[in-house]
């Protein structure tokens, strides 16, 4: 029986996963923020609290074009011109960091905003911690750049690590099963990624394993830790 030979190829098997996120991840996103912000006009929703939340929402949405472009460069062969984005990546990964930890700052620790229930001292370390895991996820893509399984796995973690924001403005999904919608959607495509990029090339990819381990372990952390003393301390002291 005739086999084709295109279904064991791996670089193939890459490049569907990261046409699957190249869409999924700006698809998701404009779900999530459809009636909050980019078609708010047509809505009967609060005004922005600050300029800064438009700032923020810009250099996201930035962020999110700049992953389907690059990915699609990639699927497209057009590697030179995706190396040199990733310069631009860079800098725009920075300001990301930056006006996201600024946005955070001003609605949990000055204008002391949270979600219903919640705490907005002990939430803010839901947004600090999201950077932080980019951070450590966007540089490790950097450093492995030059090794395609290693920088494509790491930055597939960045895109899982902010799409909790996203899922948890889905409107339909009834209150009580948000915590588990947010985080425990992006945890499943974790795990389904890394195995299946272990499937296919049939070899354990450590640096990819570390990504996804990371964005897993993200949410058990926060609970642990928001209410510790320690970490009210950190954000009294923070807090203007």
């Given at each position: 029986?005739?086999?084709?030979?295109?279904?064991?190829?791996?670089?193939?098997?890459?490049?569907?996963?990261?046409?699957?996120?190249?869409?999924?991840?700006?698809?998701?996103?404009?779900?999530?923020?459809?009636?909050?912000?980019?078609?708010?006009?047509?809505?009967?929703?609060?005004?922005?609290?600050?300029?800064?939340?438009?700032?923020?929402?810009?250099?996201?949405?930035?962020?999110?074009?700049?992953?389907?472009?690059?990915?699609?460069?990639?699927?497209?062969?057009?590697?030179?011109?995706?190396?040199?984005?990733?310069?631009?990546?860079?800098?725009?990964?920075?300001?990301?960091?930056?006006?996201?930890?600024?946005?955070?700052?001003?609605?949990?620790?000055?204008?002391?905003?949270?979600?219903?229930?919640?705490?907005?001292?002990?939430f803010f370390i839901v947004p600090t911690l999201d950077m932080l895991n980019f951070v450590i996820l966007f540089?490790?893509?950097?450093?492995?750049?030059?090794?395609?399984?290693?920088?494509?796995?790491?930055?597939?973690?960045?895109?899982?690590?902010?799409?909790?924001?996203?899922?948890?403005?889905?409107?339909?999904?009834?209150?009580?099963?948000?915590?588990?919608?947010?985080?425990?959607?992006?945890?499943?495509?974790?795990?389904?990624?890394?195995?299946?990029?272990?499937?296919?090339?049939?070899?354990?990819?450590?640096?990819?394993?570390?990504?996804?381990?990371?964005?897993?372990?993200?949410?058990?952390?926060?609970?642990?830790f928001a209410g510790t003393p320690t970490w009210h301390a950190i954000a009294t002291w923070l807090a203007p």
């Open positions: 029986m005739a086999i084709n030979i295109n279904t064991l190829n791996p670089r193939l098997a890459d490049r569907r996963l990261f046409l699957i996120a190249a869409v999924g991840f700006p698809l998701l996103v404009l779900i999530g923020y459809f009636k909050t912000y980019y078609f708010r006009e047509f809505f009967d929703v609060k005004p922005l609290a600050t300029s800064l939340v438009h700032v923020h929402a810009i250099v996201m949405t930035t962020w999110v074009l700049f992953f389907t472009t690059q990915s699609f460069l990639i699927r497209t062969k057009s590697i030179k011109l995706h190396m040199t984005l990733g310069f631009v990546g860079i800098a725009l990964a920075a300001l990301v960091v930056v006006v996201g930890m600024a946005t955070a700052y001003d609605a949990h620790l000055v204008r002391r905003t949270a979600p219903p229930g919640l705490d907005p001292l002990e540089a490790g893509a950097i450093y492995y750049r030059k090794r395609p399984g290693e920088h494509k796995g790491l930055m597939l973690m960045t895109v899982l690590n902010f799409l909790p924001a996203a899922l948890f403005r889905i409107p339909f999904i009834p209150p009580q099963y948000g915590l588990l919608w947010g985080f425990g959607v992006p945890d499943i495509l974790a795990i389904a990624s890394f195995s299946w990029y272990t499937w296919k090339h049939r070899r354990f990819n450590a640096p990819f394993a570390l990504g996804v381990l990371l964005v897993i372990t993200s949410l058990p952390l926060r609970l642990l």
